[in-house]
């Protein structure tokens, strides 16, 4: 059975809490919003781990491409704001 974004959200979700969380993908390349307090003080290699991490073995078996942008929550909402 091809993995989803609907799987992608939930590997995601099960190990790292989020405040938002949204991924679109076509079965193998992936691309996902994730926004949680845990990337706070964190640069962008350091929150990509954090979440490559969170996927595990997935990364390698069932996902070939991950695209991702990683936010804090006030990040979000300044984004949000500047539409």
């Given at each position: 059975m091809?993995?989803?974004?609907?799987?992608v959200r939930q590997y995601i979700a099960d190990h790292l809490n989020c405040e938002h969380l949204e991924v679109r993908g076509d079965g193998s390349h992936f691309e996902a919003l994730i926004v949680?307090?845990?990337?706070?003080?964190?640069?962008t290699l350091a929150r990509h781990q954090v979440v490559y991490q969170a996927l595990g073995e997935r990364m390698r078996e069932e996902i070939h491409a991950l695209?991702?942008?990683?936010?804090?929550p006030a990040e979000y909402a300044?984004?949000?704001?500047?539409?």
């Open positions: 091809p993995t989803t974004p609907e799987h949680s307090q845990e990337f706070e003080g964190k640069r695209s991702m942008r990683t936010l804090t300044a984004d949000q704001q500047n539409g």
